[in-house]
């Protein structure tokens, strides 16, 4: 790790000064930071990053581009957008979604003034490794007054013959009283299996009044290992409902947080988890009530195959003077194997008195009086144990925006189980 190659690529890249001071701050802070702290996971022998910084080569994958559909969106492969889609009325009302480059071309101001704010470089090594290191970046911007009827996807293709580690910033930026339905999917391209390391850092800032839901589907493969944070700030009254689905095949340790800072935001944060082969995750799930009457619930359902291990961390934070406030959280855990590990930890931290807060975790396997009653309607053990495990994560599937999105979801899990 060299200063010398982040100015060079800084330089290459015509960034501000203030992008290029940022980066080599992270980097001097890198040796001084802990790593994050997420509980019972043992990670920290991990490969993470190796220091290098660059673009990706030239691919020689083509995503098959007549199944993407017309709605506005994004597509890199590595470090290049090999695709931006957006219909003219939206770029009328003044809608960017484009590369971290361009954006500065356009709104460097904005930018300047938004980059960090929520995923901060002072948290801990592996975020300022991120800002150090990042080699491409993305930019949603929905200016203030904007109701975006039309699902909004990005899609980032990590090259499975390449070495070039994917780590990747993404920027969303939605306006006072904005709404729109965003939809973003990592995903592992080819049938490569070269050796790669992911450091991905999301950022949602929603305004006053806000509306965004937030859908993701990961599924990297199992020569990549993951580090992914997103985060979201909320503004007075602004709501981020988030449904995630952690579909890779690799090692990986992620960390969702919401931070309710203005009063009477919501968070809705759910999240589902397939563990299978040897594969270990560790999911922190925060939510920080900052604001009066804020509201912040968490709902994460994690099914194991094999020798997997997943664990699910709940945090709940009420600071004090979060007066109003309102703490859920609920981790529940599928083991379909003996040697398979688990944890489901919830943590619940309340520092005022006037407040609700509960939790919930469970680990256990599939009930057997559901099996019955199914395999009594006719159904084999392995379909009934499908339907099941359908029925226990389709609370998160079902707020996936797009049909062929959830069809795709399902299709992974019974491909998983398939494998058994």
Not at 264 to 286: E, F, M, W, Y
Not at 369 to 377: C, F, K, Q, V
Not at 389 to 408: C, M, S, Y
């Amino acid at each position: 790790m060299t200063k010398e190659a982040i100015l060079d690529f800084s330089r290459l890249h015509a960034e501000p000064d203030w992008l290029r001071d940022r980066r080599l701050k992270a980097y001097d802070a890198i040796e001084t930071l802990a790593m994050p702290k997420i509980e019972r996971v043992k990670f920290h022998r991990w490969n993470l990053g190796d220091g290098r910084i660059s673009e990706s080569p030239v691919s020689s994958h083509v995503p098959d581009f007549t199944a993407l559909g017309d709605n506005p969106k994004l597509v890199q492969l590595g470090t290049r957008t090999i695709l931006e889609q957006m219909p003219s009325e939206l770029i009328d009302k003044g809608i960017l979604f484009t590369d971290l480059v361009t954006a500065l071309d356009t709104i460097p101001d904005v930018i300047e003034k938004a980059f960090g704010s929520a995923a901060g470089y002072t948290e801990d090594k592996l975020a300022a490794y991120h800002t150090a290191y990042f080699n491409s970046a993305v930019v949603l911007y929905i200016p203030d007054n904007v109701e975006v009827e039309e699902v909004i996807e990005g899609i980032f293709y990590q090259d499975s013959d390449s070495e070039t580690p994917f780590n990747k910033h993404i920027l969303l930026i939605v306006g006072k009283n904005s709404s729109i339905s965003y939809l973003e999917r990592f995903e592992s391209l080819g049938q490569g299996k070269v050796k790669a390391t992911a450091n991905i850092s999301v950022e949602v800032l929603a305004a006053d009044g806000a509306q965004v839901k937030f859908s993701a589907i990961d599924r990297l493969g199992d020569h990549v290992t993951t580090y992914i944070s997103r985060r979201g700030r909320h503004g007075r009254y602004a709501t981020i409902d988030w449904a995630l689905g952690i579909m890779n095949e690799g090692d990986v340790i992620a960390d969702f947080d919401s931070d309710l800072v203005g009063d009477g935001s919501h968070a809705n944060l759910k999240a589902v988890a397939v563990s299978s082969g040897r594969q270990v995750q560790g999911i922190d799930t925060r939510v920080t009530n900052y604001g009066c009457n804020s509201v912040g619930h968490i709902l994460q359902h994690g099914v194991i195959l094999e020798r997997g291990t997943l664990t699910f961390n709940g945090i709940g934070h009420i600071i004090k003077g979060a007066k109003g406030a309102d703490a859920q959280q609920e981790s529940r855990v599928l083991m379909l194997s003996d040697k398979a590990r688990s944890d489901a930890n919830p943590i619940l931290l309340i520092d005022e008195n006037d407040v609700t807060a509960g939790h919930a975790a469970s680990i256990g396997q599939v009930d057997p009086e559901d099996l019955y009653y199914l395999m009594s309607r006719g159904l084999d053990q392995k379909t009934a144990e499908q339907l099941v495990i359908r029925g226990f994560l389709g609370e998160v599937i079902t707020e996936i925006p797009i049909k062929a999105v959830r069809d795709e979801m399902i299709d992974v899990i019974d491909g998983k189980l398939e494998k058994r």
